[in-house]
């Protein structure tokens, strides 16, 4: 293999793996493009300026569509492989891989056809190329794409907007700056006028990568010739402009074989005596090395540059899939290990989040030094034991028959009514935490990375751990109730063994006044020890609820939030798993794409590698 077939054939492998992943000139696209890296010669010209000829000159074979309007609606990647000497030339399709065209005239009728599978028959245009590979000795490597003509006026049957989308569309192709103009502008009209030469001066100003190209030279006026523009005297390019006599209309109608159109070509410019001096480097075949050679230099010269562009982006494309995950395994126990990661991957997060680490936790803290604190010093004792309510109280407990010594009746009821008072600070604690702890199961799952992918298990994860939650609740509720009930139910008898002696000592002198047991200062006292007692629960159970509730919440919820959730799990089968698995379909959709644009790309890397070595 020569160089030139090499590296040309490895551009046009790539390019025409571009296209099967979207990726073309007037595409647009997500993804960095790799067509644009690379370099291409792309065929530009006005309506009946000779495009179509200049290009089966080129290839040396009939094959493209005629007729009036507006023929070319889709670019056409036409690549070029030269062939020994004597071997069948055939033609082939991208989209029809495996069926060898040997019949030019069914080439046209292919290219005809899936024009308008795409476009319709409405005459409208359409970016997405098709790709034609023709094979044959009679041709030099090369790729060209063919692009529709440039036209200033719609014709009937096509929408008012046609001009302006052709032009769009061309000038997508044309102004990347890896692309090689083919200007075409006949030579029977002012040059200056030519479609052609005007979009390539906008995109190329320095004509560097713009190749003019006069046709219908045979055509110009007796006297005139096109010396001036071919010799670089009214239009100058950094490339040699080339003159192409093509077939006329008349040799077109009489089939004029495309081999003799050729000689005769080479003919009229050795015998011309305008262009006889450059008859060398005229002429359409001239025309065909000049670009493959020129073609070849540009790839070559960019090799460095495709081959950094490929890295970057293959480094992009693996770090997006790192991102994005694996693709999920399609054994069962595979996936059963996957989902338990992910889970696991969520405890490790929410556990952070109790264990300090992440913010949040410290807000439990909260709960147990302020609100309780705060909740139990709310608790309206004031009013319960006011005067009135102990007199109340006490007097109801004794009946009809007044206490004796100390209303020890009334003591109890004064301070069981007290007790109930706790239960709601309690309750409230349980729930205060409760949402604490809900929060941060929300939050976690929004930080588990590996569980972005996965909205059904996200779902079914958020779920079992709110059940649980619930549950732990519960019991955190039974158990500081329990609490606050157990207070009520044995009180504290070293609290009284003691007041009767404060009392005494409070009396101190023994002519004091005995105390009334019905007056004021009796019901007074009995307030403020009940009071006391009361004081001395509250004290207690600021203590004790705290650490009911971390016991039956917190520490459940770091031990055993997905237990439940785990065994149901363990019961699962193949088909109930994958449904866990369950993956966000624009999120496998753009991880098909990256998988296969990486693929694309390394591909494309070991391609350009395998060049390189035996450059
Ligand atoms: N005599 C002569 N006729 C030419 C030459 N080049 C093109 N023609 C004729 O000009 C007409 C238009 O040529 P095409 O090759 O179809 O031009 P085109 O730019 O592809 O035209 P559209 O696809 O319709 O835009 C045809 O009748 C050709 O035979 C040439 O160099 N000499």
Redesign the pocket.
């Known amino acids: 293999m020569t160089t030139m077939e090499s590296l040309i054939g490895l551009v046009n492998r790539i390019q025409r793996a571009c296209t099967v992943l979207g990726d073309y000139g007037g595409g647009d696209n997500t993804f960095s493009s790799l067509w644009e890296a690379l370099p291409s010669v792309a065929v530009v ?12 000159s080129i290839v040396g074979r009939d094959f ?1 569509p ?7 609606r889709r670019p056409l990647v036409l690549q070029l492989h030269k062939t020994d000497e004597g071997s069948q030339e055939y033609a082939e399709f991208l989209h029809l891989p495996k069926r060898r065209f040997t019949d030019f005239g069914a080439v046209r009728n292919e290219i005809q056809e899936e024009t308008d599978r795409i476009t319709g028959k409405t005459k409208q245009i359409s970016p997405v190329p098709i790709h034609l590979s023709i094979y044959s000795p009679n041709v030099v490597n090369l790729t060209l794409i063919d692009l ?2 440039l ?1 200033k006026v719609a014709i009937e049957g096509q929408p008012e907007t046609i001009v302006d989308d052709i032009e769009t569309m061309v000038r997508s192709y044309v102004e990347k700056p890896n692309c090689i103009i083919l200007a ?1 502008s ?2 029977n009209q002012d040059i200056a006028t030519s479609d052609a030469m005007k979009l390539a001066r906008e995109v190329d100003p320095s004509g560097d990568r713009t190749f003019g190209v006069l ?5 110009m006026d007796k006297g005139t010739n096109a010396l001036d523009v071919l010799e670089g005297r009214s239009y100058r390019l950094q490339q040699p402009w080339v003159g ?9 109608n009489k089939n004029v074989d495309m081999i003799v159109a050729r000689r005769k ?1 080479r003919e009229y410019f050795a015998t011309s005596p305008d262009y006889g001096h450059l008859a060398s480097k005229m002429g359409s075949e001239y025309l065909a090395k000049l670009l493959s050679q020129h073609l070849e230099s540009v790839i070559r010269s960019r090799i460095p540059s495709i081959t950094s562009s490929i890295n970057k982006t293959i480094d992009e494309l693996e770090s997006e899939m790192d991102h994005l995950g694996r693709p999920i395994a399609l054994d069962a126990g595979a996936q059963l290990y996957t989902v338990l990661e992910v889970c696991r991957a969520f405890e490790r997060i929410f556990k952070e989040h109790l264990d300090g680490g992440r913010p949040g936790g410290d807000r439990i803290y909260g709960v147990f030094d302020n609100q309780l604190p705060a909740a139990l010093k709310k608790l309206p004792f004031d009013r319960h034991l006011s005067l009135q309510n102990v007199r109340r109280v006490v007097s109801e407990a004794d009946g009809y028959q007044p206490h004796l010594i100390a209303p020890e009746q009334g003591y109890r009821r004064l301070i069981e009514g007290a007790l109930n008072y706790f239960r709601g600070p309690a309750e409230a604690s349980v729930d205060a935490v409760h949402f604490v702890l809900k929060e941060l199961v929300r939050k976690s799952i929004g930080e588990t990375q590996e569980l972005k992918r996965f909205p059904t298990l996200q779902a079914d994860i958020a779920a079992a751990a709110n059940e649980a939650l619930e549950r732990f609740r519960d019991e955190s509720k039974k158990t500081v109730v329990r609490l606050v009930d157990m207070e009520s139910s044995y009180l504290t008898v070293d609290f009284f063994r003691k007041l009767p002696q404060e009392v005494e000592n409070k009396g101190g002198n023994p002519q004091a006044p005995v105390t009334d047991r019905y007056g004021e200062g009796h019901f007074r006292r009995i307030g403020s020890n009940v009071s006391s007692y009361v004081g001395m629960v509250s004290d207690t159970l600021k203590n004790t609820i705290p650490k009911a509730v971390v016991f039956c919440q917190v520490k459940e919820a770091k031990q055993s939030l997905l237990t439940r959730f785990y065994t149901q799990l363990g019961k699962k089968e193949g088909k109930q798993l994958l449904q866990l698995l369950d993956e966000d379909p624009a999120l496998m959709e753009r991880r098909q794409q990256c998988a296969k644009r990486l693929e694309l790309y390394k591909a494309a890397r070991d391609e350009i590698d395998s060049v390189s070595w035996t450059r």
């Open positions: 010209g006005g309506q009946s300026s000779g495009k179509s000829s200049v290009l089966e493209l005629r007729g009036s309007g507006i023929v070319t529709p003509g036209t075409i006949p030579a046709t219908k030279l045979d055509l192409i006599v093509n077939r006329s209309q008349a040799d077109i070509e």
